[in-house]
T-cell receptor, first 106, second 112 residues
Framework: KNEVEQSPQNLTAQEGEFITINCSYS?????LHWLQQHPGGGIVSLFM???GKKKHGRLIATINIQEKHSSLHITASHPRDSAVYIC????????FGPGTSLSVIP | DGGITQSPKYLFRKEGQNVTLSCEQN?????MYWYRQDPGQGLRLIYY???????QKGDIAEGYSVSREKKESFPLTVTSAQKNPTAFYLC???????????FGPGTRLTVL
């Protein structure tokens, strides 16, 4: 069993829809990260959180430490949000999830 | 601008040849990392370095080698011993002991 799992694996949405990507993990962590990988391959860090909730623009990330679960929400989705979203957890090392491929259609 | 550069973006090599991937950062970060990404899998750690002239094996170090002669540079050599070298390679850096890593644009290596 992978230490970090994400669902769904692939997601297609219409522009304007509310999107949720889930991440579950099985180890004790010091922080959880949400990353965005663009089609060209570059990776950008979106959030690093260890408790509660963070918001940046149309993106919201939440974490439930007791349930070992995090969600990334995108409100009013746009085609430029199309990317792979990666969840990663850190303790004495960083473990990456397999990613969720999001396609937002106009 | 501060950041991480990797070159080249695309690299083709014949089987049996060693190839070196470049990674340079001007963020003044102590720690640097090399990851490999394969379709449908999470990034896997190849090597990391906390400080100049020191580096440690990651989870999949076999068939790879690195050096850290300068703080800014952490080149990765994919040797002929690496059985399946075709992949996307990402370099990252961070302040050591701090979890957030900054990534380069990646190099896509294809071995023919």
């Amino acid at each position: 069993k992978n230490e970090v799992e994400q669902s769904p694996q692939n997601l297609t949405a219409q522009e304007g829809e509310f999107i949720t990507i889930n991440c579950s993990y099985s180890v004790g962590i010091s922080a959880l990260h949400w990353l965005q990988q663009h089609p060209g391959g570059g990776i950008v860090s979106l959030f690093m959180l260890s408790s509660g909730k963070k918001k940046h623009g149309r993106l919201i990330a939440t974490i439930n430490i007791q349930e070992k679960h995090s969600s990334l929400h995108i409100t009013a989705s746009h085609p430029r949000d199309s990317a792979v979203y990666i969840c990663a957890v850190s303790y004495d090392k960083v473990i990456f999830g397999p990613g969720t491929s999001l396609s937002v259609i106009p | 601008d501060g950041g991480i550069t990797q070159s080249p973006k695309y690299l083709f090599r014949k089987e049996g040849q060693n190839v070196t991937l470049s990674c340079e950062q001007n963020l003044n970060h102590d720690a640097m990392y090399w990851y490999r990404q394969d379709p449908g899998q999470g990034l896997r750690l190849i090597y990391y370095s906390q400080i100049v002239n020191d580096f440690q094996k990651g989870d999949i170090a076999e068939g790879y080698s690195v050096s850290r002669e300068k703080k800014e540079s952490f080149p990765l050599t994919v040797t002929s011993a690496q059985k399946n070298p075709t992949a996307f390679y990402l370099c990252a850096s961070s302040i050591w002991g701090y979890n957030e890593q900054f990534f380069g644009p990646g190099t896509r290596l294809t071995v023919l």
